[in-house]
């Protein structure tokens, strides 16, 4: 079972451009590497999912060195409503269904 | 499309009680998972399902019982509750296995447990 390590807690100011970084020295030739993100009382929701280099959606970026022990979740020009919970999980690909989500980042957007 | 839907949202049971928590998802997905969130904490795997018919368990199964008839139903059984099974349950679905495809999660029901 891949497990990460994420910070805890980030800060960041509105319009600001937010990096959080995944730790996960475990990781498989065959993971994924996806990110949810989740608001108080609701389910987590996906927001990128990647593999190696760099995959950009319309909400955030996902960059991921050659060694993929790591990843770092890019969240362009943070506003207040992008106050949650970001959990970064490694998947096995083509093996059971179980994934670590761990403690996850709780990044607040301060006005 | 509906998405994952989950009732009850609310239940408060007195130890010992059995119920079952109903997951429906209208995506025809054949992969489903049900997940436990305690205070502060991330979500953790209880049951998981690949397609009708066939169930295994996760990381925290004991108390639980799945079965999967159908392909949309997915329905958590807790066989005798207790106060540590207080807790928000999440079901989730996904087309392929949920560490390769996006995973669509339900609203959640809060359990209490006396």
């Known amino acids: 079972l891949a497990k990460t390590t994420q910070p805890i807690s980030m800060d960041s100011y509105e319009g600001q451009e937010v990096n959080i970084t995944c730790s996960h020295n475990?990781?498989?030739?065959?993971?994924?590497i996806t990110w949810y993100q989740q608001f108080p009382s609701q389910g987590p929701r996906f927001i990128i999912q990647?593999?190696?280099t760099k995959v950009t959606n319309e909400v955030a970026s996902l960059f991921i060195p050659a060694d993929r022990k790591s990843s770092t979740l890019s969240l362009p020009r943070v506003s207040l409503s992008d106050t949650a919970v970001y959990y970064c999980?490694?998947?096995?690909?083509?093996?059971?269904?179980?994934?670590?989500f761990g403690t996850g980042t709780r990044l607040t957007v301060i006005p | 499309n509906a998405g994952v839907t989950q009732t009850p949202k609310f239940q408060v049971l007195k130890t010992g009680q059995s119920m079952t928590l109903q997951c429906a998802q209208d995506?025809?997905?054949?992969?489903m998972s049900w997940y436990r969130q305690d205070p502060g904490m991330g979500l953790r795997l209880i049951h998981y399902?690949?397609?009708?018919?066939?169930?295994d368990q996760g990381e925290v199964p004991n108390g639980y019982n799945v079965s999967r008839s159908t392909t949309e139903d997915f329905p958590l059984r807790l066989l005798s509750a207790a106060p540590s099974q207080t807790s928000v349950y999440f079901c989730?679905?996904?087309?392929?296995?949920?560490?390769?495809?996006?995973?669509?999660f339900g609203p959640g029901t809060r359990l209490t447990v006396t």
């Open positions: 475990n990781i498989a030739t065959n993971d994924y």
């Open positions: 989730a679905s996904s087309y392929g296995l949920a560490g390769s495809y996006e995973q669509y």
């Open positions: 990647g593999y190696k």
């Open positions: 999980l490694v998947g096995e690909n083509g093996r059971a269904n179980n994934l670590f």
């Open positions: 399902s690949v397609g009708a018919g066939i169930t």
């Open positions: 995506m025809n997905h054949e992969y």
